[in-house]
């Protein structure tokens, strides 16, 4: 009789210690996914990055005048409001 409950328990024990071996694979695997899909986000956004800095580069160096008289009329703009705010309070 006892021989039979320790037979049960080790096998018990060893079929919830390949489950938790599955468990163990399975949340590796999710984490490698994961992983790979981070990195292939963040060289997405970094090569988008770079192609958006060098449109800017090439509208700039085509367009030099447009470019400083927007960046007055924003920048006045932005100064407006913030002196707006700074009254309200």
Known sequence: MLDT??????ERLAETAH??????TAMTEALE???GL???????????AEEFME???????????????ASFAIGTLFGMMIGWFARRK
């Open 19 to 24: 489950r938790a071996s599955r468990a163990t």
């Open 33 to 35: 996914d994961s992983i």
């Open 38 to 48: 981070a990195k292939r986000a963040a060289k997405h956004s970094a090569d988008a």
């Open 55 to 69: 449109d800017t580069q090439q509208r700039i160096k085509r367009h030099p005048v447009e470019t400083v008289v």
């Open 5 to 10: 409950v320790l037979d049960k328990a080790g």
